[in-house]
T-cell receptor, first 117, second 114 residues
Framework: GAVVSQHPSRVICKSGTSVKIECRSLDFQATTMFWYRQFPKQSLMLMAT?????????EQGVEKDKFLINHASLTLSTLTVTSAHPEDSSFYICSARRQRGLEETQYFGPGTRLLVL | AQSVAQPEDQVNVAEGNPLTVKCTYS??????LFWYVQYPNRGLQFLLKYITGDNLVKGSYGFEAEFNKSQTSFHLKKPSALVSDSALYFC????????????FGTGTRLKVLA
């Protein structure tokens, strides 16, 4: 149980185009999902918290107009990188929060590697 | 602010030997602590967590972690390392109640030598 998928796993796009990344919780409902960015050999940097049915909460320094997040259902959150530039190239990882009673754990997707040419 | 520190960038251990990956934390209140493992070009896999209860937490793949309140540590351990344990390990602490955000350490690369 507790499987989170991401699609696509890898994407190459031209500068100026937009790219959508999907994050799905396959066997549980997640009212909250998180989007992280990871640079090579570095830790995960939280970009935003995605809340089902409401606006995402962005971390300081993350441009909300550039990284659009939509959490339309309890099992799906999407991250759209708009007008992508080479500096947006990175490994993007989502996680979904599962709550069972008082216990909660985040489960992570396999990541999406974005390369902007 | 909540934080975790992983003081070692890399840990090398011989196959069959015990391994320890260190993590210390700084939190206000009771800590919620986690260990995750990441293989190359993959997301993070959950290993174990400490919320409350026994200080020794057992997790996946034979890993365990010891919560030590006096030393504010949550070191990851395994009695006998496997080459397949070679990966990047992250310690994390949950942020203050209500946000559910996780704060990650910088990661420790474990290399198990055959």
């Amino acid at each position: 149980g507790a499987v989170v998928s991401q699609h696509p796993s890898r994407v190459i796009c031209k500068s100026g185009t937009s790219v959508k990344i999907e994050c799905r919780s396959l066997d549980f409902q997640a009212t909250t999902m998180f989007w992280y960015r990871q640079f090579p050999k570095q830790s995960l940097m939280l970009m935003a918290t995605s809340n089902e049915g409401s606006k995402a909460t962005y971390e300081q320094g993350v441009e909300k107009d550039k990284f659009l997040i939509n959490h339309a259902s309890l099992t799906l959150s999407t991250l759209t990188v708009t007008s992508a530039h080479p500096e947006d190239s990175s490994f993007y990882i989502c996680s979904a929060r599962r709550q069972r009673g008082l216990e909660e754990t985040q489960y992570f997707g396999p990541g999406t590697r974005l390369l902007v040419l | 602010a909540q934080s975790v520190a992983q003081p070692e960038d890399q840990v090398n251990v011989a196959e069959g030997n015990p391994l320890t990956v260190k993590c210390t934390y700084s939190v206000s209140g009771n800590p919620y602590l986690f260990w995750y493992v990441q293989y190359p070009n993959r997301g993070l896999q959950f290993l174990l967590k400490y919320i409350t209860g026994d200080n020794l937490v057992k997790g996946s793949y034979g890993f365990e972690a010891e919560f030590n309140k006096s030393q504010t540590s949550f070191h990851l351990k395994k009695p006998s390392a496997l080459v397949s344990d070679s990966a990047l390990y992250f310690c994390a602490v949950r942020d203050i109640a209500g946000t559910y955000k996780y704060i990650f350490g910088t990661g420790t690369r474990l290399k198990v030598l055959a």
